[in-house]
Structure formats: structure tokens, C-alpha cells
């Protein structure tokens, strides 16, 4: 199952290299401490700067941006900026709570920025050597001078899954989550391990169960701070729940009718659950 409102879509065309003449109107995105600077349309929309006539924040105090590729023809830059940023039409938001604030392509192209800056910031020297590394120029890449090592943007892989057992869904709670919220297990890939090997031994070490039938639904770029979740459904094979205490202090089996508060669609896991609750809802 593809979930649309992940994919930025036909429209946009990624690339590495920038145009060599600059365009009067460009997407920017750019960070200041982590968070994007937005004009406000109205009470609830914000956007990134664009248009000519926006206030720029590309002058001297900005880092060598990087170009993301073009938007329905529009060029895509990410960039960041140091300490506070002074022009008062802009705002500074955290990528989290944009989630319908911005319009849907741009949130998912601000999430890309992110995690390219991110990865950016914190290759600045080789991990093998020490030298400063330079970045590439036809492909996203730092390389280091001295010894030729390439590093590419990293993407960590983690999955979820809903385990269903007839009409009921298992679903956790968390330590990280408020109170009386519940969602989907979770977990990282580790080191030569498939995805569906990793929902096995998440489920078993994190609620004590056994599950069948490994089914793929669909995934979803996660940039806090560079995750591709990898969503799953699995049947109920066997055993009793039993939490690991750290963590998943609590998990039960739910129906559509007794669901508690739970993720919603800014996440895979909200999309997996509501899912659920379409084919066995009343
Ligand atoms: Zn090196």
C-alpha cells in the first residue's frame, strides 16, 4: 500500500548540481539552531521563502547551501544559518509540529533538507583519518581529501508493525509517550539483520510474542533525525504479552471500538492503525 502523502510526488525533480545562473525564485530552506525559518500566510499556513521580493536570508551570514533539486521547475536549496536570525517577517519553527502548517510538498522537501544538513554538519572530517572533508560536486557526498573516503548522507533503517489477532490490534505504551498513549511496536535494524528478522525479535524481546504472516505495507521518510520507517502487518502466532519494562511499560490487544489516544496521520504508525480500524470497524 503506498501512502501518497509521503512522496513528494512526479513533480519534483532531485538533483545535485545547482543551476548556474540564479533563478529569482527558489524554495529556500533554511535552519537556524535546528529550525526552519517560515513566513506566516495566515493564522494556521506557514512558508519558506521564495519569491523575489521575500526578505532573503541567503546573505553573507549563511553556510555554502545545498542544492535539492527543483520543485514543479522552481529551484531547491537547504541551507544553514548561525545564531539568531534578524529579519522579523520570519519565524523559526521545529519540523515536528509543521506537520499541515506547511503546504505537503514542502514539508516533506523541508524534512530532505534537514537530514542533508544534518548529515552535512556532522561529516566535516573523515572518520578515518581526520582530515577535514571537502564536498563532492556531481554526487551528495563529502569526501576526504587525504584518503579518498566517500560519505554519503546515512539513513538509518527502523520498522514498525501492527500485529493483529482477529479483530484486535496490539498496541504499546511507551516511556517516551504521554500518558495514556499507545502506538505500534517499533525498532532499529541492526547489523545483518532483514526487516522482517527485526519485527520478529522486536515483538519477542519487547512484548514476549510470536508472529506469522510478515506483510510489507508502506514506508515513510523520518527525518528526527534520519530514519526510513519501514511499516509492517503480522499475524498473532503465539504466547502471552509480557512487557520488557524499559522499552514498553504497557501493551494490550485493542479493538477499533477501545482504542486509546494513538498516532495520527503524520505518522506511518497513525496510517497503520487507521487501516486496521477501516477493515474491522464497524
Ligand atoms: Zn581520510
Known amino acids: 500500500m503506498e501512502v501518497p502523502e509521503f512522496d513528494i510526488g512526479r513533480h519534483f525533480e532531485p538533483g545535485v548540481t545547482p543551476p548556474s545562473t540564479a533563478d529569482e525564485t527558489a524554495w529556500w530552506f533554511v535552519f537556524c ?5 517560515l513566513r506566516r500566510l495566515d493564522v494556521h499556513m506557514f512558508q519558506p521563502p521564495c519569491q523575489r521580493h521575500d526578505p532573503r536570508p541567503v546573505a553573507s551570514r549563511i553556510g555554502e547551501p545545498h542544492f535539492l533539486g527543483r520543485l514543479a521547475g522552481v529551484p531547491c536549496y537547504a541551507a544553514d544559518i548561525d545564531g539568531q536570525f534578524p ?47 571537502q564536498r563532492a560536486i556531481a554526487q551528495r557526498a563529502r569526501v576526504c581529501p587525504h584518503c579518498e573516503l566517500s560519505l554519503f548522507p546515512r539513513l538509518t533503517p527502523a520498522m514498525m508493525v501492527l500485529v493483529k489477532h482477529g479483530r484486535q490490534l496490539l498496541l504499546a505504551h511507551s ?8 502506538s505500534v511496536l517499533a ?17 519477542r524481546e519487547e512484548v514476549a510474542l510470536e508472529v ?6 508502506a514506508s515513510q521518510p523520518w527525518p528526527f533525525p534520519h530514519s526510513l520507517m519501514v511499516a509492517y502487518t503480522a499475524d498473532y502466532a503465539g504466547g502471552e504479552i509480557r512487557v520488557d519494562g524499559k522499552e514498553i511499560l504497557h501493551a494490550d490487544w485493542f479493538t477499533p471500538e477501545t482504542l486509546p489516544a494513538v498516532p495520527g496521520e503524520i505518522s506511518i504508525a497513525g496510517h497503520l492503525i487507521q487501516w486496521f480500524v477501516d477493515a474491522h470497524g464497524d
Do not use: M, S
Open 212 to 217: 506469522t504472516n510478515i506483510r510489507y505495507f
Open 187 to 203: 525498532g532499529f535494524a541492526e547489523p545483518g539483520e532483514t526487516l522482517e528478522a527485526c519485527v520478529r525479535r522486536e515483538v
Open 87 to 133: 529579519c522579523p517577517a520570519f519565524e523559526a519553527r521545529g519540523l515536528y509540529g509543521l506537520h499541515n502548517r506547511l503546504r505537503a510538498d514542502l514539508y516533506l522537501l523541508a524534512g530532505r533538507a534537514f537530514q542533508i544538513l544534518e548529515w552535512d554538519r556532522k561529516h566535516r572530517f573523515c572518520g578515518r583519518c581526520g582530515t577535514p572533508t
Open 175 to 182: 516511556p517516551r509517550f504521554p500518558e495514556g498513549f499507545y
Open 33 to 37: 539552531e535546528r529550525r526552519l525559518l
